[in-house]
């Protein structure tokens, strides 16, 4: 008796589980343009809604600026409404409103529209048109919804309620869920040292600063080995996870240290040449499944798309560098800066549609050339819809953004082992 209480798995269910989120072929292109106006949408709205909101002018935590709060009721209360406004209406557009993303995505754009008509025949907007802030604020409004929306999908995903075109695709294809990693690559790109010309760091200082993430890498491992937790192969090999990439782009980018500069131009190239060894046949290598002994094929997802994400990543810190960084290039007003931002979005967008449809199909397993452009089209895209706060609030950022922005790796890693506990108990 003692003997089949031993043999009997811990997790009796992975089967099945392993199963729900497999052999998924992801969302289109469209409805992905819808979801990820809904989400900057609902925030702009709720900043131009509110009256006496925390300002903020930073896209890092440890800014000198800190929220005026009367009291912790009144913060408490403006937590509730940034929740009610916000929050809860992304989660019932992820799951019970899913067949209604492309409705509600029209509502909120001509909403949007009408607010901005109706604010601009106001004198008070035109005199203070000059007092707009840099574009810092938005890209703090940008990286915490990145965040937002990685938490609900992660805590929403196992159920049946999550539509499950928004999961992770198995090969080709993507759902909202595969932009996660490449939307936080992206958004640590833009504010990092490397786009800030910060390049002091010695590569000795480079390893201490990715111990967490390598600590944290190990510590999935050994958390998901421990209780028989369901891991997708597939996703990115057998050992491998999304920490290991992040603290693999941080180790190249500090040893081949690139001027932000001529950092996109190498990004581009690495990319480049990343897609044409695709395009010869590792594609068909890393889809398939084959694998030997060694750490290498037993990882092979993991470790080739290094490329993709360290390409990613280089272009990124270029764009940073250029729109909020570089004083010496002309066109640094606020307006020239939105222009710009918009531009990007719709360029991506397009060469994300070229790459799909005449290149190679969108695949964040590979993350080769047309899922780097989409990722992109669709930050840009949530990043220009931010900026349109601006025209009304003036930088004001809300109680809920101040909150997941002095927290927000806390945040991630919460949700993350929340979803993990709840599903090895269930």
Known sequence: MEGRLLDRPLNPSKLLKEQFVSNLTGSSLLEIAALSTIVPALVVLRKWSSGDNTRTDSAKKNDDVRPVRKDWMHYFSALVVDYLTVVLPILLVFTVLAEWAFTCAICLVILLSMYIVLKRSQSHLKSGHNQLPSLRADISSYRVSVVLVTCLCILAVDFKIFPRRYAKAETYGSGIMDLGVGSFVVANALVSRQARNITSMSFKAALSSISPLVFLGFARIISTSGVDYQVHIGEYGVHWNF????????????????????????????????????????????????????????????????????????????????????????????????VKVWVLAASFWILAIIFDSYVERVSRRMCNFAYVMLVFGQNFQVLSILTLAGLVSYGKNLVLEYAFNQNMLGSFLLCKYTNRSGKSLS
């Open 243 to 338: 920490f290991f990439t992040l603290a693999a782009i941080s180790i190249l980018t500090s040893v081949v240290r690139i001027h932000p500069k001529y950092c996109g131009l190498v990004g581009l190239l690495i990319l480049a040449g990343y897609q044409i060894w695709l395009s010869f046949g590792l594609n068909e290598y890393l889809v398939s499944d084959e694998r030997n002994a060694d750490i290498f094929s037993q990882n092979k997802e993991g470790i080739y798309s290094i490329l993709g994400y360290w390409g990613m990543f280089l272009i990124g810190v270029s764009l940073g560098y250029y729109l909020f960084v570089d004083n010496s290039s002309k066109g640094k007003s606020r307006n020239n800066q939105v």
